[in-house]
Structures are given as structure tokens and as C-alpha cells.
């Protein structure tokens, strides 16, 4: 299994994807590999392919709760529009180029500060953290 | 009589940061004005003062996510001069280089085969469904699979020197924190076989592009203008780590040559417009009118004078010579011209990898102290200029940047005009495909307008279309 945390450490909340691949690659939770980066792009595609499943775990804005967990597949609608894509791009290039297609889920954790460029999490999106970490433990070890 | 209009395009798309394109039609339906807008704005150059001269080098790369690696190397090398180092140890430099090496080819890379090649492969005027890197994959896919694999060998090129893919520490001011094992430069050199043949392939592939679209490519926003970028001492040969300024007018002549970078406030004058963010640099001696640059991949084409690479310097003698002893002008040719830099690339990779200098011990220079420290470097897009003073306190009191983007920022706004013109004037319609092909100019820059302005984020363009009264008819919000 594969997760992928991603988002700006410099603008507060927006860690949050990476502050929880930090803790579960601390973990060192076994069949677990995890890549942490500011966003998601073409180079994710090859380690993509080369999961069974994968977890892309992103901060989120304007949810009442503290994490959402859906599944994504792959499409292309999340157009190149810049460097950066969305996960169902990503497994979009990994079928196409690789011919993988890995279960997949996106991991959103809520925060609430996102306007400063600084670093650290509100205490919101800390305690947001704990929850989605804990949840995302269980998950890994009930569907291994 | 027809009430004359304004197209916006707004975001552009397939480039970094936010910019919107503005453009008036008069009663007659003509190209009244054109003008490419930055509508962001962050002040980084006043959000790092105050910063410790040592965290610098890594601060600056929130500057960008893309092309970080640039910013963390210009401002090493501006903090070098404050540390009083103006030379480093052999394995320091060699480190930097290979890093900055990594990060050219990783950049044009995606630049050129996800970013550039929808509108190369399908046309600009395609339908706006088939113009994206997804169609292409279909198509292409090995093509696809060889661009993702060249630029996960330049992103290990730069995790091996930087620390990390994205925001690394690898350069100190003084010098470079880490060497290369022979384990890691073993790694490397078992591929770069594979990743020479790919960039032969790849400029093979932007030449007969070019060549086979020689009526476009000549007429499409090509106009003549002055060039600048750093060149190396002495030789004059491409350098894209450390050299002296050069400037070229678009005769060939020189405006300046090996110049010490230090003195750029000589001959730059960074000039304020009332309806962007960008500044538009001039050389000051020609005047604001007529002073003009441009930056990047083809303007080194024109300013140096060999490449030191075998394979790259052939390549780049094919890319002049259809313009006899004169300059290339063809914006269009920017994207053989970075093809020709990562065969560069590659080249001095493998010739790097063949030091035994990487694995030298000696990182760090030390000297005396000074107060100021200016670092230039010629990042994927073009020069690009770091500028520092620093207080008895190792705090930043002075930061003025000035990066690709905004250099060329009077040359995107004349190809905006130069294709509205041609596209849109006398139109009785304005369609998706016309105002893709004012996308196409902007994108053969491969602007980053997030650098240009300083902010953080993605860069959509918008297209407006304004009637002579200032009403909009027509807008476009390409950010998908």
C-alpha cells in the first residue's frame, strides 16, 4: 500500500497531508510505503502503478467534519492545467502509461487556517490530525 | 457601426501562477490593445527581510514549487558573497552544478512533453477536449512514458544533492552540506545512457516539429529583439551555473559583454506599469522605449557562443542555422532550444558523474564578512537575479529579486499583441481555438507568473473581450 501526503507546510493547514505521512511513515507500519510532497505530480505516477492500493492524504477546506474518506478513480477531467494534478489524474497516467489500476482513496483532513504563509498547525486541524490518523491505523491493519 | 469590444482570457492555462489577458477591439473590430495582466501579488522581496542570512537559501524556494532548486542555488550564491566565499571548494560547486543540471532537465522536460505538446501535436486551433496531456498519452504513450521517466531522473539528480525533491538544503552559504556516494552516482550513471539517446530523440523531435512547421513557426509572434543572459568568463560558452552578463541587440551586436554580475543595477532599470504586478526591466542605456529583453532557453541560443558539450553544441548549430549569421527570433523555437539545453544537460550530468570530485570532503569555504551579496543563475526560463543586504545581525534588511518571467515580461506582452492581432482582428467571431493561439505565444515562454509576482499557487489565464465602452462581451476561465 501506498500513501502519498501532500500540501504546503509554509501555509499553515495545508501540511496537514504532510504532517500525517510523517506519522505514519514514523510508524513504520509494515507493507506500507509513503511519499510526502508539496503537491501531486507526473513523477507520482510510476509509484502509483506499482501500488495495490494507495491513499492520497490532502488537507481540506469547509468540511464539518475532521477527515472525509472516499474513494477516487481514475479520469481525466482534472486537466493539466498547470504543474500540479489530482489524484484521479495521477491514477489516470498510471493506466495509461503503466496499465495499473490500484484501489485508490483520498484521505481529506479539515483545516481551518490557510491564508498565512507560516508554518505549524492550528490547533484545529491538529486534533483533526489525531483523529485521521488513528482512523487511517485501523484502516490499514482491517483491510491488509 | 459596431460598438467596439474586450475578450479577457482569464486564467491562462498550462502555465504557472495566475495571469489574465485583456484585449480591445475598436468599432471596426480591430486589435485596439492587448495586454497580458499579473493579478496576484505577495511582496516576498518584504516578507524575507528580517530572515537569518542562513535560512535564506531555503526560504526562497516558497517562491516556487516548480522550479525551487533555481531559487535555492542564486540565493546560495548571493549569500556566498556575504560570507566573503568567492570560491568555493571543487566538490561544493561540482554539487551545485550537478543539482542545477538535474533541474533544467527536469523542467523542460515536463515543459515540453506535458505542458507545450497538446498544442505542438494537435494544433493550436484543436478542439480544447484533445488539447491536453491525456490525449497525447493515447497517442504517444511511450513518448509519455520516457518524458515521466526523464524527469524522475532529474528530480533523483536533485533529492541526491538537495536533500529532497522539492525545497532542499543541500546549498550553505559557503559552500554545500553533502557529497555524492559512488553507491548513488553509480545509480545514476547506469541510466545516463539511456537518458542521452532519449534527449537526442527528444531535440529530433522539436527540430522536425520546427522545421516541417517553418511558415508558422516563422511568422507566429516572431519579431526581432535585444537578448541577455549569462555567459561563461572568458569563452563566452553557454554556462548555466556561473559566468558574466552578456546582452545582444537583435542585429547580433553587443550592448554588453562580460559584464560582473554584481553591476546589474549599471545596466538593468526595473520599470512599474500601472495595470500589472510584473516590472519591466529595461537596460538602460538604450531607454525604456526600445531597452527590452528577452530571457530563456532561445535567447541563450543566440547570446552564447558554443555550447562545451559535443552533442548539444551540434544540435544547437541546426537550430541557428536557418537564420544564417543573424539571431533566432521565432518564439516557437524556444521549445527546440530546451530540448537542446537537456541533451546540455545531460551531457555535463554525465561528465559531472565522472568527477571524483563529488566525493571530495571538502564542502565549505569561509571568509570576511560583507554586508551585501548579489547570486544570478540561469534558471529553466531565463536569468535570474537574487539580490541581498544583510545587517550586523545576520538578519535580510534588502531583498529585490528579479526572475525569467519578469525579464520577458515585455516580450509576452508583445506576443499577446502580435497574435491578437493576426487572430482576432476583423473577426465577426470570436472562437476558443483563436484565443488558445494567444495561449500558445504566452506558453512558448513557459512563464512563471507565481515567481514573477511572488505569490504562491497555480496560474490559470483569463480572457476578456471588452466592447469599445468597456462593456465585457466575451470572457474566458481556462483554470478547467
Known amino acids: ?144 | 457601426m459596431a460598438e467596439p469590444r474586450l475578450i479577457e482570457i482569464s486564467p491562462v492555462t498550462r502555465v504557472e501562477g495566475h495571469g489574465k489577458v485583456t484585449i480591445h477591439l475598436d468599432a471596426e473590430g480591430q486589435v485596439d490593445e492587448a495586454r497580458l495582466h499579473i493579478v496576484e501579488f505577495r511582496g516576498f522581496e518584504r516578507f524575507i527581510r528580517g530572515r537569518l542570512l542562513w535560512e535564506v537559501p531555503v526560504i526562497v524556494q516558497r517562491l516556487c514549487g516548480i522550479c525551487p532548486v533555481s531559487h535555492h542555488l542564486a540565493a546560495a550564491k548571493a549569500m556566498d558573497q556575504i560570507v566573503g566565499v568567492d570560491e568555493l571548494p571543487p566538490t561544493a560547486e561540482k554539487m551545485r552544478r550537478l543539482m542545477h543540471y538535474g533541474q533544467v532537465m527536469q523542467s523542460h522536460v515536463l515543459h515540453f512533453f506535458h505542458l507545450a505538446a497538446p498544442d505542438l501535436l494537435f494544433g493550436f486551433g484543436a478542439p480544447a477536449d484533445r488539447r491536453n496531456i491525456f490525449e497525447v498519452l493515447r497517442q504517444e504513450p511511450e513518448l509519455g512514458r520516457r518524458a515521466i521517466l526523464m524527469r524522475k531522473f532529474g528530480q533523483e539528480i536533485i533529492e541526491a544533492t538537495a536533500g529532497k525533491k522539492v525545497h532542499g538544503t543541500g546549498a550553505i552559504p559557503g559552500g554545500i552540506n553533502r557529497n555524492l556516494s559512488l553507491e548513488t552516482r553509480d545509480g545514476f550513471l547506469a541510466r545516463i545512457d539511456e537518458m542521452q539517446d532519449w534527449a537526442l530523440d527528444a531535440v529530433a523531435l522539436a527540430r522536425d516539429y520546427t522545421m516541417s512547421h517553418a511558415t508558422l513557426v516563422d511568422s507566429f509572434a516572431a519579431f526581432p529583439s535585444s537578448y541577455m543572459s549569462l555567459v561563461r568568463g572568458g569563452d563566452g560558452a553557454l554556462d548555466l551555473y556561473h559566468g558574466n552578463l552578456r546582452a545582444l541587440d537583435a542585429s547580433g551586436s553587443t550592448i554588453f559583454d562580460q559584464l560582473d554580475y554584481t553591476r546589474y543595477m549599471d545596466v538593468l532599470v526595473e520599470d512599474v506599469r500601472p495595470w500589472s504586478y510584473m516590472k519591466f526591466p529595461y537596460i538602460r542605456d538604450i531607454g525604456a522605449q526600445t531597452g527590452w529583453y528577452r530571457v530563456g532557453p532561445l535567447a541563450r541560443m543566440n547570446t552564447v557562443g558554443f555550447i562545451d558539450t559535443p552533442l548539444a553544441n551540434a544540435a544547437r548549430t541546426e537550430l541557428l542555422a536557418g537564420d544564417g549569421e543573424g539571431l533566432n527570433h521565432a518564439i516557437l523555437g524556444n521549445h527546440w532550444a530546451r530540448m537542446v539545453e537537456v541533451l546540455h544537460c545531460v551531457e555535463k550530468i554525465r561528465e559531472l558523474l565522472h568527477d571524483p570530485d563529488l566525493q571530495g570532503t571538502d564542502l565549505k569555504a569561509t571568509g570576511e564578512r560583507r554586508q551585501s551579496g548579489i547570486g544570478v543563475i540561469e534558471a529553466p526560463r531565463g536569468n535570474l537575479i537574487h539580490h541581498y543586504e544583510v545587517d550586523e545581525n545576520d538578519q535580510v534588511t534588502y531583498c529585490n529579486l528579479i526572475v525569467s518571467t519578469t525579464h520577458n515580461n515585455e516580450g509576452l506582452n508583445r506576443a499577446v499583441r502580435d497574435v491578437a492581432v493576426k487572430q482576432l482582428s476583423g473577426q465577426a467571431q470570436i472562437t476558443e481555438g483563436m484565443l488558445n493561439h494567444i495561449e500558445v505565444a504566452i506558453r512558448a515562454y513557459d512563464p512563471c507568473l507565481s515567481c514573477a509576482t511572488h505569490a504562491l499557487g497555480q496560474m490559470p489565464l483569463q480572457v476578456e473581450l471588452y466592447d469599445a465602452g468597456g462593456g465585457l462581451l466575451d470572457a474566458r476561465n481556462t483554470s478547467g
Request: aromatic share 6%.
Open chain 1, 1 to 144: 500500500m501506498l500513501l502519498i501526503g501532500y500540501g504546503n507546510p509554509g501555509r499553515g493547514d495545508d501540511g496537514l497531508g504532510q504532517a500525517l505521512a510523517a506519522r505514519i511513515e514514523a510508524a513504520c507500519l509494515p507493507g506500507v510505503q509513503v511519499l510526502a510532497d508539496y503537491q501531486l505530480t507526473v513523477d507520482h505516477a510510476p509509484p502509483v502503478a506499482a501500488a495495490d492500493r494507495v491513499v492520497f492524504a490532502d488537507a481540506l477546506m469547509k468540511s464539518d467534519a475532521p477527515f472525509e474518506f472516499d474513494p477516487v478513480t481514475a479520469r481525466d477531467t482534472g486537466d493539466l492545467t498547470s504543474h500540479s494534478l489530482r489524484p484521479g489524474a495521477v491514477l489516470s497516467l498510471a493506466e495509461t502509461l503503466f496499465g495499473a489500476t490500484p484501489r485508490a482513496w483520498v484521505l481529506g483532513i479539515t483545516g481551518t487556517g490557510f491564508g498565512e504563509v507560516k508554518e505549524g498547525l492550528s490547533p484545529d486541524a491538529l486534533g483533526n490530525l489525531d483523529r485521521a490518523e488513528g482512523f487511517i491505523r485501523k484502516w490499514i491493519v482491517n483491510t491488509a
